[in-house]
């Protein structure tokens, strides 16, 4: 037995139908309580190697190179080996090349670049780029370059 409060039969309802709601929230839950668990085994982290106390420690000044871009276009280079050599920025890629092949196969290859402060940022990205694109490895991760900045110098 049904029992009508009044209004025309059949017309619309004031009520909201909680059901279908409930349904999908419950849904929705089940789905994240099944994929959180997967999405943090997906986490990638990177761990350093492990030395091993018999084995040798690389000379760390081997493996670093550092550039210094000059206002004139001209690369200065030094390796820690003995006085900076100064090169034309025709013969960067040729003198770099070498240095870079020399340095430690077993290490991280690293190379500083320095500027002058006269020197366009332009100029200094593109020294970045240059030493990056000889990398043999296709994302070019081979070489790590980093932006040497003076600890005197406020905002950098």
Do not use: C
Not at 22 to 39: G, R, S
């Amino acid at each position: 037995m049904s029992m009508s409060t009044g209004g025309k039969p059949g017309g619309l309802q004031a009520e909201i139908n909680v059901t279908p709601l409930i349904d999908v929230l419950l849904v929705l839950l089940i789905i994240f309580l099944v994929v959180m668990p997967i999405m943090m085994k997906m986490e990638t982290l990177q761990v350093p190697r492990k030395i091993d106390n018999e084995q040798e420690m690389p000379d760390p000044n081997a493996s670093q190179l550092t550039v210094k871009t000059k206002v004139g276009g001209d690369f200065e280079f030094d390796d820690g080996n003995g006085s900076p050599i100064t090169v034309p920025s025709a013969d960067l890629l040729r003198t770099l090349r070498p240095k870079l092949e020399a340095m430690a196969t077993g290490t991280e290859k690293v190379v500083f670049v320095d500027f002058e402060p006269a020197v366009p940022w332009r100029d200094v990205v593109g020294t970045m780029d240059t030493i990056r694109s000889l990398a043999s490895d296709v994302n070019h991760d081979e070489i790590k370059v980093a932006l040497k900045v003076k600890e005197d110098q406020p905002g950098l």
